[in-house]
């Protein structure tokens, strides 16, 4: 057993977003900018299928410059893709890249929702996106969403046909154009009437697109310059748009920015046709609704006497403001977050550190003070949970209030749609508060109100940690609050020989001083464990320890279930510890539950020393030792100037041809590895763009073909072939249990010196060829496949490592 301490701090770069930080610092341009925005209302949905989907030059021309409430409704949050930053992938995946939408929304300006639709890969025909997704249950959540926002206009990214280019796509546009209709009909999802009300918005389009080949611009359509300039943010919608969709890192999509005139098309889908203008007969001034001419007047009253050297004389007619659109419809948010803007209000609530255990007790510090010269005063009021109100005047002087709370009453950090096991295509949420949520509602510590003159402004402020680093200076970092103690697994499957016995490392993490408990590990009937209990004892806050227990499959099981059970003080906990981090994305901490699948199979290799050359990320290194492979992950300079004859085989990672500058010479080393004898194995490489154009001895081609379906029928083209039958010999049957898809961008025009190896198919499409060929280079042999090893081996699929342990083995 080892202990360390440790404690969990991380770096997090936190928006100045009024919601997602302490601080709301609003120079006087950005003010301006949100006075501006108070003379319109109205707003505009746009409806895609994943993360990355949306035009992101419109969101920011809406939000910016029609200065409507602009929303992306993305039916997925992206689980299924690839990761180019990193290892995470399925609900992990997901986490990160919700925060990416979330992180090109600050800077857009658009706001964001999702459906509880889980995005399990690429997909053909839309039914099978239905099928998946539990079609109704997405359509009344685009239809909450709908009735909740009540746009005006509903854009969609994608057509109802096959142009879509995928079936998550035509899928989205299908169900928004359902949506549009199903929003306004009072007997469609009447259970959300007790706190909407039906909207129908004006009309309904396509934003339609010229990709690559794909041209579905057309001189009739209604078009829209979205490339203009905002001169208070001093920068073109085409810059922002750029910033904003370079956020979405994990898929390669940062973009050049752009300064000219940009032209978008839009084709009429269903409700009152435009003619000319998008917008036509939509009237989004705020004197459109009833009872709201006086308070026109006063917004452009504000607007007009604005000083840009002197925000704060603008207070005392937006409290005038404030109080004129009490009850009626307008964008009391901004209202409010103008108003403290303009006073120079600034107020944070922190903790000391950034972890508390679920039954702490947090100490919270409330601080706040006014910095512009106003004669109005100002009265804070903090209300925190479970105490007595505390009240102070607010002036230049810092007013400082501390407290406890329990964080029981915040509840266990953990991403709402993430806190119940799911099937393949859609998450488990029960609260219909929280369908469309991008996120969890910040924690809070209560109530804080503002007393402005005779106004109560209701604040809203994150429980945050806060900290000063050496190198980036102060670093806000999310409040967690965890169980006491959590039991982390290295892995979510293991594959075991069978017969072979694994000693597990199982990662303690303590989040209270003083703890001591038991971790008890169990396992489905007919796999044999021990210890069946293992002691622990932690003394300080933030100490880990690793602690083994073994298990062995017995007799003939082939499958079950590893879970960790912690007993503390008197309670039982069964979740680990997963954290998200990266520097573009505040830090994402949760607790899944602590357990893994177990599956035992007849297993045997062929040589046992393997390198491993890193590409865009992936967890088959770590899958490999499983299964008694010693796997050194290389380095490019060890590839260059290295030994590489010691090992069996080379590995390439997923993408690496994509992603490494030094691909060239790192390919014409590895060839020459080949020729001397060794064996390569090369992964799945997306068409394009690609840093060399030959990735093999010979040339084939790489293309966007794949297999989708997880249980395609496979042929066997070279059933004598080496790697379907040494060391282990594959069936059918070791293409059960794959999960999303078989594999991905398929070769074609093979030169004739590889052998292709197998043959699927989709349902309805040309068998495909390309997913596995390999050829004899030399002394050596090499291997390249598309098959989707990088999601079947850290999912446990047995026959996906028996069929890789043929890929490495070289019988000569």
């Known amino acids: ?57 419109l969101l920011a021309y809406l939000a910016k410059e029609k200065k409507v409430r602009a929303g992306y409704l993305s039916i997925t949050r992206g689980d299924g893709g690839q990761n180019l930053i990193g290892t995470e992938q399925a609900d992990l995946l997901g986490l990160l890249r919700t925060q990416e939408l979330l992180a090109a929304r600050r800077i857009d300006g658009a706001e964001q929702f999702f459906t509880r639709a889980n995005d399990f890969g690429f997909s053909n025909p839309p039914e099978e996106s239905f099928e998946f997704w539990n079609k109704q249950q997405v359509l009344g959540d685009m239809v909450w969403v709908i009735r909740k926002f009540q746009p005006q206009v509903i854009i969609t990214r994608f057509p109802e046909d096959a142009r879509a280019g995928h079936g998550n796509h035509t899928a989205s546009a299908m169900l928004a154009h359902e949506a549009f209709k199903a929003a306004a009909d009072p007997k469609q999802f009447p259970e959300q009437l007790k706190f909407v009300k039906p909207w129908q918005a004006r009309r309904i389009v396509w934003n339609t697109f010229n990709f690559g080949t794909v041209n579905t611009t057309a001189d009739d359509q209604l078009k829209l310059n979205v490339g203009g300039y905002n001169a208070l943010l001093g920068k073109s919608y085409g810059e922002i748009a750029a910033s904003s969709r370079s956020q979405h890192r994990s898929q390669g999509f940062g973009a050049a920015a752009q300064r000219t005139p940009s032209i978008e098309y839009f084709s009429h889908v269903d409700g009152v046709p435009a003619k000319k203008d998008l917008f036509e007969d939509i009237d989004f001034s705020l004197s459109s609704a009833p009872g709201m001419a006086t308070v026109e007047k006063l917004v452009a009253k504000i607007n007009q006497e604005y000083q840009v050297a002197q925000p704060y004389a603008s207070l005392k007619l937006l409290l005038e403001l404030r109080k004129a659109v009490n009850g009626k419809p307008f964008k009391h948010a901004l209202l409010d977050e103008l108003i403290l803007a303009c006073a120079g209000i600034w107020i944070e609530t922190n903790v000391s550190v950034p972890t508390y255990a679920i039954t702490d007790d947090i100490p919270v510090q409330v601080q706040a003070l006014a910095r512009s010269p106003i004669a109005i005063p100002i009265k804070i009021v903090v209300t925190p949970k479970g105490l007595h109100p505390l009240s102070g005047p607010l002036s230049s002087q810092m007013t400082d209030f501390k407290f406890t709370i329990p964080a029981s009453t915040i509840g266990l950090t953990q991403p709402y749609w993430l806190e119940k096991k799911h099937p393949l295509g859609y998450y488990i949420v029960d609260s219909l508060a929280l369908i469309g949520l991008p996120e969890n509602p910040a924690p809070v510590m209560g109530e804080i109100k ?40 290295p892995d979510k499957a293991f594959v075991f020989k069978k017969g072979e016995s694994r000693t597990f490392v199982v990662q303690l993490n303590n989040f209270k001083a003083h703890v001591k408990g038991v971790l008890k590990p169990a396992v489905t009937a007919g796999w044999k464990i021990s210890p069946a209990t293992i002691a622990f004892n932690f003394d300080k806050k933030g100490e880990d320890q690793e602690v083994t227990f073994s298990v062995i499959p017995a007799g003939n099981v082939t499958e079950g279930t590893l879970q960790l059970q912690l007993e503390v003080e008197g309670k039982t906990y069964a979740k680990g510890l997963q954290e998200i981090n990266y520097e573009h994305i505040p830090v994402q901490t949760l607790f899944p539950l602590a357990e893994a699948k177990v599956s035992a199979a007849e297993i045997n290799i062929a040589g046992k020393r393997i390198g491993y050359l890193n590409g865009a990320g992936d967890l088959v290194a770590a899958a490999l030792k499983q299964i008694g ?57 997306v068409n394009s763009p690609l840093k060399i154009e030959e990735l093999g001895p010979y040339p084939f081609k790489l293309t966007r073909a794949r297999v989708t379906a997880e249980d395609a029928e496979v042929t066997f083209l070279a059933p004598d072939h080496q790697v379907l039958n040494y060391p282990n010999k594959i069936t059918k049957k070791d293409f059960e249990g794959w999960v999303q898809e078989r594999g991905l961008y398929f070769a074609k025009e093979l030169d004739p010196r590889y052998t292709a190896i197998l043959s699927m198919n989709d349902k309805g499409e040309p068998a495909e060829h390309g997913s596995l060929f390999v050829t004899k280079y030399g002394k050596g042999k090499y291997v390249y496949t598309g098959l989707a090893f990088f999601r079947e081996l850290p999912a446990g699929v047995p026959g996906a490592f028996r069929l890789f342990a043929n890929l490495i083995a070289n019988p000569q």
């Open 450 to 489: 503002m007393e402005i003159g005779d106004q109560q402004i209701v604040v809203i402020r994150p429980l945050l940690h806060k900290y000063t680093d050496p190198e980036k200076g102060e670093i806000y970092r999310p409040l967690v609050v965890a169980p006491p103690v959590t039991a982390t697994l």
């Open 629 to 685: 492979y010693q796997v050194t992950l290389l380095t490019e300079n060890q590839v260059l100037h290295g030994d590489l004859s010691s090992y069996d085989a080379i590995i390439t990672g997923v993408r690496l041809f994509n992603i490494n500058p030094l691909a060239a010479v790192l390919q014409s080393r590895l060839m020459k590895y080949v020729a001397d004898g060794g064996t390569l194995v090369s992964q799945y490489n």
């Open 1 to 57: 057993m080892k202990l360390r301490t440790r404690f969990f701090f991380f770096l997090s770069l936190i928006s100045p977003i009024l919601k997602a930080q302490n601080t709301a610092s609003l120079n006087a341009a950005e003010i301006k900018q949100g006075l501006e925005s108070l003379q319109v209302s109205g707003s505009v949905l746009y409806v895609a299928a994943h993360p990355d989907d949306e035009n992101t030059k």
